[in-house]
């Protein structure tokens, strides 16, 4: 059996990517906003964990709870509502059931087999951290970032007791073995507590931690108790005595079935495996990505699953090679862009990816040695532009994806890329306090533009490309020559620091979007107040319609706003957390929104 399944996974390969990359696209569709074309990207990995027999594998993430096969990583179904972002996910004990714990502060209990939700638990008032089943599966403890405790009837969903667990959130809650004790720890708190099951009577702490502890794993037999912190260390500790036993350095810690060995990760991407009974090392891995952040052993031990919160890598613990990646996931998006023709999709989430508009099918993913934070087409569609966090800007060219250049200048990491009218100019933002303008074809520095404070959340060509606008943390706006590279104004429309900006199709408005509750429309000639647009959401990023009739705003969720009557027209939501980037096509059928949940959605305008 053993034999045959390692088999399965080296066959299928790199080809396995990419079919549960275009399977999983078919269940996000299923569950698509009012509104919405198609949903790219999986979300961000919270949590993971395999089914009681092993076959599958459950993914908490930002846009609700996957459910992978566990020897293909095929995904096989999407359980998920309405701004439903899970942190953490755990299955019954018979398997029958998953429950999932939000940030908007419900815990889900799901039907696996349907695939539909059995009931909705809504007695926490803030994010939900932590779900365990008791071992009898007749209890579902939780905790949250209301710092409680939460005891559930499974059954009802009755909510038995509430005791109160540690200081400003409860990281982690685990039963023992037998089902007498539970266990918790806190972020913001250095001690672990237990408690009694059965009546939630508090029974002991166990301190020594010097920093947080965020994860605690029972030895199978319940002997031992291992706590992860903040600190770096992994504590174990004697759970009849409160004995502390011994120290290894980690922070992330799961228990080998047999209870014979754990893991732990040494907050580098190292994944070490102990022998439990000595403390012995005897074997690491390294982990591709630089953190793990979830760790599961498989019910028969053999292999082991960790999580980068952009995928699941599963080992084979024997050898301690990698069988396969279950890819797909994502971390924020803070930037989209379409390709002139309407055709692709450029997102970037640290990657760069590349998506096909119609069949919504990721075509390619292109990467550097540092994050990328910011994209955007060339105006003929030749040229993809990257802004980074080495300080780089890097030139795509589109048909090969090779990269054409590499443009250096900035000291500190760029912001924003943004290409003139024409194509021909590049301007670059940076958190060093430049503007840098390029020559595209040359890929020479053409000037440097240094008088502003507070580095660049924003820089945009004026539509006729002779003036840049850019915004800072300083709540001004300035306005640049781009032929002479002299400031030519300020304009200080008032309220918060500024996030965006925006000119109208004419030239001769800017919008500019805080981040408290206002959008500030402002003559361009004379550097006059004309409107304000009261939002109550912050603004993260605006564009006008091509008739410069409507601008498009983006925060919570994405408004729509009439720009002669500053009222509000249209309110799109969908997303599960903020909104941080907008992009509409060409011919305003249809808006691309990239978010903190980790993926963009494509929206139909026409209707």
């Not at 989209?336 to 692709?344: E, F, H, I, L, M």
């Not at 640049?480 to 000119?503: M, R, T």
Request: net charge negative.
């Amino acid at each position: 059996m053993r034999n045959s399944t390692l088999m399965i996974l080296l066959i299928i390969g790199i080809s396995s990517t990419l079919i549960a990359v275009s399977f999983a696209q078919n269940f996000t569709e299923r569950y698509l906003p009012e509104g919405a074309i198609a949903r790219f990207g999986k979300g961000y990995i919270s949590d993971f964990v395999y089914s009681p027999d092993g076959t599958q594998i459950a993914v908490a993430s930002t846009i609700g709870i996957w459910l992978h096969d566990a020897v293909t990583g095929k995904a096989l179904n999407l359980l998920t509502g309405d701004k439903y972002e899970v942190h953490s996910v755990n299955f019954s004990p018979d398997g029958k059931t998953l429950a999932g714990g939000s940030y908007d502060a419900t815990i889900v209990l799901w039907d696996v087999g349907t695939g539909h939700p059995k009931r909705t638990l809504t007695e926490h008032t803030a994010g939900v951290r932590s779900v365990a089943f008791s071992p009898d599966g007749r209890t579902l403890a939780s905790g949250g970032f209301d710092e409680t405790i939460r005891f559930w009837d499974v059954d009802t969903g009755a909510l038995l007791r509430t005791v109160p667990g540690h200081i400003q959130s409860v990281s982690t809650v685990v039963f023992s073995p037998n089902g007498k004790i539970l266990a918790s720890c806190g972020s913001r708190d250095n001690n672990v507590s237990l408690w009694d099951a059965d009546t939630g009577e508090f029974l002991s702490m166990f301190r020594g931690h010097s920093d947080g502890v965020v994860y605690l794993a029972f030895s199978p037999d319940g002997s031992t108790l291992a706590s992860g912190s903040r600190d770096g260390t992994i504590r174990l500790w004697d759970t009849n005595t409160g004995q502390h036993l011994k120290t290894v350095n980690g922070f992330s810690v799961a228990y080998a079935p047999d209870g014979r060995t754990f893991a732990s990760e040494r907050n580098d991407g190292t994944i070490q495996v102990w022998d439990a009974d000595t403390g012995e090392l005897f074997r690491d891995f390294k982990s591709p990505g630089k953190d793990v952040y979830a760790m599961a052993y498989a019910p028969d031990g053999r292999i082991f699953g960790s999580s980068t919160g952009l995928a699941i890598h599963l080992w084979d613990m024997e050898s301690g090679a990698l069988l396969k990646t279950i890819s797909g996931y994502g971390s924020g998006v803070d930037s989209v862009t379409y390709s002139p023709d309407g055709r692709t999709l450029v997102s970037s989430d640290d990657i760069v990816r590349i998506w096909d508009v119609d069949t919504r099918v990721l075509l390619k993913t292109l990467s550097h040695k540092s994050p990328v934070s910011t994209v955007a087409y060339s105006p003929d569609g030749v040229t993809l532009a990257c802004g980074t966090h080495d300080n780089t800007v890097l030139l795509w060219h589109v048909r090969t994806w090779k990269k054409r250049v590499i443009l250096e200048g900035h000291t500190k990491a760029v912001s924003t890329v943004v290409f003139s009218p024409k194509g021909h100019l590049l301007a670059s933002g940076g958190w060093d306090n430049t503007i840098r303008l390029w020559d595209v074809h040359t890929g020479a520095l053409l000037k440097t533009f240094r008088d502003q404070e507070g580095g660049r959340s924003d820089v945009v060509f004026s539509p006729d490309g002779t003036m840049l606008a850019s915004v800072g943390a300083d709540r001004k706006i300035y306005l640049w020559d781009v032929f002479s590279g002299e400031l030519i104004k300020n304009i200080i429309p008032g309220g918060n620091y500024i996030y965006s900006v925006a000119f109208s199709p004419d030239g001769a408005t800017l919008a500019a979007g805080d981040d408290h509750n206002e959008i500030r429309i402002c003559d361009v000639a004379t550097g006059e107040l004309l409107k304000t647009i009261q939002t109550q959401w912050g603004t993260n990023s605006l564009v006008y319609s091509p008739d410069g009739t409507i601008l498009a705003s983006c925060g919570t969720d994405i408004y729509f706003w009439d720009v002669n009557t500053a009222e509000l027209i249209k309110t799109i939501t969908g997303h599960s957390d903020d909104v941080y980037t907008l992009a509409f096509s060409l011919d305003w059928r249809t808006l691309a929104s990239g978010s903190r949940d980790s993926t963009v959605i494509l929206w139909d305008l026409t209707k």
